[in-house]
């Protein structure tokens, strides 16, 4: 199991966004690491709630999941300060098999 903490996932953060976006995703959002009881069906959510939130489960199978799950969220970001309709559509799965994110 992977322990999802809020230095890994600036760490990771970091990293994808540098690699993935070209550093264009903001860094103002509010973090939220929740429970697989609170959220039982959700691996993580990315939402415009007055201010850009980010959640993400608390423990993941591997870093190699917690990651791919990171970039399915961060696309989501994308679409949200592009402008794009925020949705798993054809451009979504597009981004996400580019990337290697989950979906």
Not at 36 to 46: Q, S
Not at 64 to 93: C, S, T, Y
Request: proline share 3%; hydrophobic share 40%; net charge negative.
């Amino acid at each position: 199991m992977f322990a999802v903490t809020s230095d890994a996932f600036y760490t990771l953060f970091h990293k994808v966004n540098a690699e993935c976006f070209g550093d264009s995703l903001p860094n103002d959002f509010e973090l939220d690491i929740f429970t697989e009881d609170e959220m039982p069906n959700e691996m993580g959510y990315c939402i415009d709630d007055g201010v850009l939130v980010l959640g993400l489960v608390e423990e993941s199978d591997s870093i190699k999941e917690f990651e791919a799950v990171l970039k399915h969220e961060l696309i989501h970001m994308e679409q949200w300060i592009n402008d794009r309709p925020v949705n798993h559509g054809k451009e979504f799965r597009r981004r996400a098999r580019e990337i290697g994110a989950s979906y």
